[in-house]
């Protein structure tokens, strides 16, 4: 069953720091570019950094210099290292894997996890 599982939010003071974890399951890892993306309440969901097997990386422009996104193929999981947090990084972090075979389009989504910037 292919699944990507994330891990690693929480609660974090205005100028902190968290780690995110994806980790992918039943997946030919090379296969799928991998990203996150973030949704706060009454907002919609939007890309927050992505990075392809070679591990090319592009950032929304409001993490740029403040996020690092990238990716362990032995381990099978990606991660986003989050510095300088904001209130406004406040939201739901969901993990996605978009297959770059154009054959088959297939895409999964995480469950999603809480970050909660606050002081």
């Known amino acids: 069953q292919v699944q990507v599982v994330e891990s690693g939010g929480g609660l974090v003071q205005p100028g902190g720091s968290l780690s995110l974890s994806c980790a992918a399951y039943?997946?030919?890892?090379?296969?799928?570019?991998m990203g996150w993306y973030r949704q706060a309440p009454g907002k919609q969901r939007e890309l927050v950094a992505e990075i392809t097997p070679g591990s090319s990386t592009n950032y929304a422009n409001f993490v740029k210099g403040r996020f690092s996104i990238s990716r362990d193929h032995l381990k099978k999981t990606m991660y986003l290292q989050m510095n300088s947090l904001t209130p406004d990084d406040t939201a739901v972090y969901y993990c996605?894997?978009?297959?770059?075979?154009?054959?088959?389009?297939?895409?999964?989504w995480g469950q999603g996890t809480q970050v909660t910037v606050s002081s």
């Open positions: 039943g997946m030919v890892f090379s296969m799928y570019v």
């Open positions: 996605n894997a978009r297959s770059i075979d154009l054959r088959d389009s297939l895409t999964y």
